[in-house]
């Protein structure tokens, strides 16, 4: 499910719209890295002060499982699966016209701009995983530049089946983010590097992006 985005019907394929389609959640995702890998914290300030480092801005990218977590590796893997999927499909000429742009395969906003939706979608987490990149500046993490951080997510576990654009004040969450790990780094080196090859023929600047960071 994609975050900081506002789930419309018309973008929905299955079940009662009327009910499914709401607002974005996390339009803005600012989170606190952590000094450390913690998994229970005693309280939100204990979360944002005792091993909080300093914070980031990470917009989009997809929800996991059933909580508002944004994970680098588990998307990794999704990004990679449909980005070979789609790769093999084009071999053929039943592949190229089943995910061309606008095939009603997918039901995307980005349907029209000339690029295959499902290249779309997959940047969609891409985007999102670039923005988790240690910058050099970070107190605690600086040395480790150029690597990625593993996950953002709320602080505690809340219920499952709540809506991602209200919950927040209800389960008093705030959004941290996880040390840099080389699992994450690596999943995002490989999903860049495919997506690089295959963006290449639709926008050159992109699959450049993608192939330096």
């Known amino acids: 499910n994609r975050s900081g985005i506002d789930i419309e019907a018309s973008y929905i394929t299955s079940g009662d719209t009327s009910t499914l389609a709401h607002k974005g959640g996390h ?12 998994n229970d914290y005693a309280s939100k300030e204990e979360a944002t002060g005792t091993y909080g480092s300093s914070t980031i801005t990470a917009n989009g990218g997809w929800y996991d499982a059933g909580d508002h977590g944004k994970y680098v590796v588990n998307g990794g893997i999704s990004v990679w699966t449909l980005q070979n999927m789609y790769e093999r499909a084009i071999q053929t000429e039943e592949g190229v016209a089943k995910f061309a742009d606008g095939a009603d395969t997918m039901k995307i906003p980005e349907a029209g701009d000339d690029v295959p939706d499902i290249l779309n979608e997959a940047a969609y987490e891409l985007d999102f995983i670039k923005e988790m990149k240690v910058d050099s500046s970070e107190p605690t993490w600086g040395k480790y530049a150029g690597l990625y951080y593993h996950k953002l997510h709320d602080h505690k576990w809340t219920g499952l089946a709540t809506r991602p654009d209200n919950y927040e ?23 860049a590097a495919q997506a690089a090859r295959l963006w290449a023929p639709y926008d050159k600047t992109k699959a450049e992006e993608y192939l330096k960071t």
Do not use: H, M
């Open 27 to 38: 339009k803005s995702d600012k989170a606190t890295v952590q000094k450390q890998w913690q």
């Open 169 to 191: 004040e209800e389960w008093g969450t705030t959004r941290i983010v996880k040390p840099p790990t080389f699992a994450a780094t690596l999943n995002y080196a490989a999903c």
